[in-house]
């Protein structure tokens, strides 16, 4: 099978990078991305990497945060029947130091329903969703990586027409990198090249 495409991505105007495959586009090319976020996406297979700065959440136990940001998301967008498909316990990340103080890294897996955009009920896709929470405490920002990938796609959802309906094929079955394995590689290379995007 070819080797897919992976290149480190400058993110936040080259202050953090992290490298994923090429065919995950920018969204802010094609549309308005919130300024504490940065989006990829491959429209042919529906997945997205997203990456969000936000403050910290201080009363969330650092063993409970990837969790706890899943079922927060969840419940942003509406999914329905989510489930807890695993979750890993604290990792320290040596490599990602602000003044001595490593960053606590953990992460959740869960699969959801979930809607497309501003499409409804009837809509839903059932969705893999990758989870980690990068918590630079130093700096007061909890950094999420989370990365979407369609188990199923609803026939009336907006996606079926660019990805077909019904069970989507696995990545490796088109020569494209797991989403699963995209996710771990875009947590690992994570790097910040410039403290100040934190007001550090």
């Known amino acids: 099978m070819p080797e897919e495409a992976c290149v480190e ?5 080259g202050a953090l990078s992290m490298t994923f495959p090429l065919r995950l586009q920018d969204l802010s090319n094609v549309r308005q991305v919130p300024d504490h976020q940065e989006a990829f996406a491959d429209p042919s297979r529906d997945e ?3 990456i969000e700065l936000l403050d910290l959440k201080h009363d969330v136990a650092d063993e409970a945060s990837a969790v706890w940001f899943l079922e927060d998301l969840a419940k942003e967008q509406d999914a329905e029947g989510g489930m807890l498909i695993e979750q890993s316990g604290v990792l320290e990340a040596p490599r990602l130091c602000y003044r001595s103080m490593p960053a606590v ?5 869960g699969q959801m329903a979930i809607s497309k955009g501003r499409q409804g009920i009837e809509a839903q896709n059932i ?3 990758y989870l980690a929470n990068l918590r630079l405490k130093e700096v007061g920002t909890d ?3 989370v990365a979407y990938e369609p188990v199923v796609i609803n026939p009336l959802s907006e996606s ?7 069970v989507v094929a696995p990545a490796e079955q088109s020569g494209y990198m797991p989403m699963a394995e995209v996710f771990k590689l875009s ?10 995007l934190f007001n550090a």
């Open 143 to 145: 950094v999420l990586i």
């Open 48 to 50: 997205s990497l997203i």
């Open 9 to 13: 991505r400058l993110l936040y105007g």
């Open 187 to 196: 947590v690992s290379t994570f790097k910040v090249h410039d403290w100040n």
């Open 127 to 129: 969705v893999r969703v």
């Open 160 to 166: 079926a027409s660019s990805v077909g309906a019904g």
């Open 105 to 109: 890294v953990t992460s959740a897996v």
